[in-house]
């Protein structure tokens, strides 16, 4: 059997290089004429480890990133890390953890209000959406994290978030240990505190 990659093959390693933004399986094989994609992103992300670019599949979609040990070289010196602020820190891992949620229910937990502004920063970074509104009284807007999340990230689903001993040992906690804690319930979320499907599992 040879080696040489197959027209499908090249087909969808041309589409995913030539993509503006990560796609879903059902994307490729529409841009494909309905093609059967699933075992070629297989094989693709397979042929691509440990090359300086790497197929990943996060939060459902498809897309090549810069391997994670060369990104330094890529990196522009002008280029600034997104910096959030403790309260946008602070809302943003309440989402990731108790999605989906309120403006209210992350209040509640972290303990104060949140402005607007808050809450905006993360609506335009790309981290959270809004996921519709909350049957009760007054249908409150309620946020949920977005593949783009995922994808800044390294995380293939939200399954893959940290549980609350990891964030202490990477010293990840400080200045939002308090309200992580709360979040979690003081542990890790794959005990049963915290179900990452968004599901409350502590009754």
């Known amino acids: 059997m040879s080696g040489e990659p197959d027209d499908l093959e090249r087909a969808v390693e041309a589409t995913l290089f030539a993509a503006e933004q990560p796609m879903t399986e059902q994307e490729i094989s ?20 440990g090359r300086g670019v790497n197929l990943v599949e996060r939060g459902g979609r498809w897309h090549f990133q810069t391997a994670s040990d060369l990104a330094h070289l890529l990196r522009r010196e002008k280029e600034e890390p997104r910096r959030l602020s403790r309260a946008a820190t ?44 909350r049957e009760v009284p007054g249908r409150p807007t309620i946020y949920a994290t977005t593949p783009e999340f995922l994808t800044h990230f390294g995380l ?23 309200a992580f804690a ?17 599901e409350d599992n502590s009754d």
């Open 30 to 49: 529409a841009h494909l004429e309905g093609a059967a994609v699933g075992p070629v992103l297989a094989r693709l992300a397979e042929v691509y480890t």
């Open 90 to 133: 602070e809302a943003l891992a309440i989402v990731a953890y108790h999605e989906p949620v309120s403006r209210a229910e992350i209040e509640a937990i972290r303990g104060v209000q949140t402005a607007k502004g808050t809450l905006d920063v993360l609506l335009e970074a790309g981290w959270i959406r809004i996921a519709g509104r």
């Open 156 to 178: 293939s689903s939200r399954r893959d978030l940290p549980g609350i001993e990891e964030l202490r040992a990477a010293g990840l906690l400080d200045p939002v240990e308090e």
């Open 182 to 198: 709360v979040l979690t319930g003081g542990d890790d979320p794959d005990t049963g505190t915290i179900d990452p499907s968004g």
